[in-house]
């Protein structure tokens, strides 16, 4: 299916908790869609719960978006919208849509009960459509105060989704939904059909769990008059145990937050997001632009998919190896650790995660503690240390002539010479590590001295 020039989709969380992957990966399928169709991204924030709601979980979901580079183009806030959701309520009241129940949740739940009980689907019954006007006020008199449900066509809602193909919904086994609470505040679906028609939202991308939804909302997007729009449901993302992921159990683990705190790079989270599900490889990406090129909807599977730390970890160290030094010199000198185009070019092949840098450069620079094991050896290694200046041959010419005075080759010969120049067993490769030492620490580490 071909998008229109005109696309505008929108990411609408709920400000009721920090972000995971799974959230991440809504909003960044919507901005590379967007981004590929030169369409607009819009922000919404669904603030309508306002006992669970907060300005902090707000901004703290800006501040994730912006960490990915995830901008929007338009912002809104459903808390400032509420003129336009009552209007929509009133005009599905007048048109017998809307209609009041005054049921308890305790009644509502013995119903269901007596239904199953009895091999019936637990759907509600529409009693309420029964009372009249005398059973209305008599109720009220009770101290009862009614909430509001949608009344449903009894006929299949079709539409052709971008993911799942031809999808039908049988209005019949649903239930009237709520879309008004007894204390009037409005439930998710209302708010949202009335922006998505007022921001003139083209495409609704979201997950696999709402397709169900799709089908009661395209009749209530009808029933106000309006076309819906096209709708593509990806399949879910869930932990590496294959359990979905929520807002409360994984923001520990799997937080936008939690996950910049441990250093990942925004962009290797990008990466990886955006083609699992996929049958193409994760490849690392240093830019939006360029993943947006990529990004086609239809390449993404039906299938439930996991979201593994390991897989992250990969791609951001790919990442990094990718990332050329003018890119990172600001890091490097904010980290402490700025030793120049050579160090970064020696070091970042062993990274995983950014802050790794400092670590090599103290490998570079000092302190550190030698490993001298065999100190004749040692001896006679610094005995034949070349003469200044150093570079990528040094290493070679040195191991040579070392290899030479004491027979050694292969690991007896390397591994007690890395030992003594860095205190580790492994490392970036010494051919380029070694001129960053320079001779003089060189030859204090051989003799076991700390720098």
């Not at 901008?71 to 009552?86: K, N, P, V």
């Not at 993404?300 to 790919?318: E, Q, Y």
């Amino acid at each position: 299916m071909t998008a229109p020039s005109n696309v505008t989709v929108r990411f609408a969380p709920s400000p009721t908790g920090i972000l995971h992957v799974g959230n991440a990966r809504a909003a960044l399928f919507n901005f590379l869609f967007a981004r590929k169709n030169g369409g607009r991204f819009m922000l919404r924030m669904d603030d309508t719960d306002d006992e669970r709601s907060t300005s902090e979980f707000a901004a703290a979901i800006e501040e994730d978006l912006a960490w990915l580079g995830l901008t929007h183009d338009i912002f809104a806030r459903q808390s400032d919208r509420l003129t336009a959701y009552e209007a929509a309520a009133e005009k599905l009241k007048a048109a017998g849509r809307l209609y009041p129940a005054y049921e308890s949740a305790a009644e509502l739940d013995r119903r269901r009960k007596r239904q199953l009980a009895r091999g019936l689907p637990p759907v509600y019954d529409r009693a309420a459509l029964a009372l009249t006007d005398e059973d209305r006020a008599a109720l009220e008199a009770e101290g009862r105060k009614p909430h509001w449900r949608f009344r449903l066509d009894h006929e299949h809602t079709t539409f052709e989704d971008m993911i799942q193909g031809h999808v039908e919904v049988d209005g019949a086994s649903l239930s009237d939904p709520v879309l008004i609470r007894e204390d009037g505040r409005f439930l998710y679906t209302l708010p949202s059909i009335v922006d998505d028609i007022d921001f003139a939202i083209t495409h609704v991308i979201r997950g696999s769990d709402h397709i169900t939804n799709t089908g009661v909302q395209i009749q209530i997007i009808r029933a106000l008059g309006a076309e819906p729009p096209a709708f593509a449901h990806y399949s879910l993302l869930n932990g590496p145990e294959g359990k979905p992921l929520s807002k409360r159990d994984d923001a520990g683990r799997f937080s936008l937050r939690a996950l910049r705190e441990a250093g990942y790079e925004p962009m290797a989270v990008n990466a990886l997001l955006a083609r699992l599900g996929t049958p193409d490889p994760v490849e690392p990406c240093l830019s939006l632009d360029e993943l947006a090129t990529g990004f086609d909807l239809s390449r993404l599977g039906r299938a439930d998919i996991r979201f593994d730390p390991v897989d992250l970890a990969r791609v951001n160290a790919a990442s990094l190896h990718l990332m050329p030094y003018a890119a990172m010199q600001p890091r490097l000198a904010a980290l402490g650790c700025d030793l120049g185009a050579d160090f970064w070019d020696a070091v970042k092949p062993n990274l995983v995660l950014f802050a790794d840098a400092a670590d090599w450069a103290r490998v570079v620079a000092g302190p550190v503690a030698p490993v001298i094991e065999e100190p004749d050896f040692a001896a006679a290694a610094a005995a034949v240390l070349p003469p200044e200046p150093w570079n990528e041959a040094t290493w070679g010419i040195w191991t040579g002539a070392v290899k030479s005075a004491t027979g050694r080759k292969g690991k007896a010969l390397f591994m007690p010479l890395r030992l003594a120049l860095t205190g580790l067993t492994h490392g970036p490769e010494l051919k380029n590590l070694l001129p960053l030492i320079g001779r003089d620490r060189a030859q204090a580490r051989l003799k076991g001295l700390t720098d």
